[in-house]
């Protein structure tokens, strides 16, 4: 049972805090034990964690995702749309008159993973990866990205699968038209 919807809208706000506090935390964490353990790139080391898929080794990345804008030109404007996507995140957020719990969890995650990308550009002057799926050569990444493109799927599926109430085409908060036998009004039967 939800309850009542102001104490509906305050369990989304809450949650989505929290959400946003536990990914930033985790990926800041994950980065810091990575560096600790492996050493700053190019490090010789690097951790087996399933041999042949996967293994941990630590890389820098000064461009948005694969390495895309990362020249030194462009550090500042990847760091002004950082600061900016955040606060846009949050307004999205606060403005969703009835979030679902996938828009809420979708939305916290890309947020959470921003914040942690966010605090390696300007502390670091890169984004911190370690996770690298080698059976693929798919491009080293870390818990930030995770959490955004977890997010991003989220969101994606819910704007997919679930059903919208249909539009009636009145105004938010006009009652819909009722039903009458007049022609053109719905389901009249002539005859």
Not at 24 to 53: C, M, N, Q, T, Y
Not at 134 to 143: D, E, R, S, T, W
């Amino acid at each position: 049972m939800e309850g009542t919807p102001a104490v509906s809208l305050r369990s989304h706000r809450i949650a989505f805090l929290a959400i946003v506090v536990v990914a930033a935390v985790f990926d800041l964490w994950s980065k810091w034990e990575a560096f600790e353990r492996l050493g700053a790139p190019p490090s010789p080391l690097h951790h087996e964690v399933i041999p042949r898929i996967l293994r941990f080794e630590t890389a820098t990345n000064t461009g948005v995702a694969w390495g895309m804008m990362g020249q030194k030109s462009t550090r500042w404007l990847i760091v002004g749309l950082s600061l900016v996507a955040f606060p846009v995140i949050a307004v999205i957020f606060v403005r969703a008159k009835a979030p679902s719990w996938v828009f809420t969890l979708g939305l916290a995650s890309i947020g959470g993973g921003t914040l942690g990308n966010l605090y390696d550009r300007l502390v670091h002057g890169a984004v911190r990866d370690f996770i690298y799926v080698y059976c693929i050569n798919f491009p080293i990444f870390n818990v930030a990205d995770t959490f955004i493109c977890v997010g991003a799927a989220l969101l994606a599926m819910e704007q997919l699968l679930v059903p919208k109430p249909p539009d009636t085409g009145a105004a938010p908060g006009t009652p819909a038209p009722e039903k009458s036998g007049i022609a053109g009004g719905g389901d009249a039967k002539i005859g």
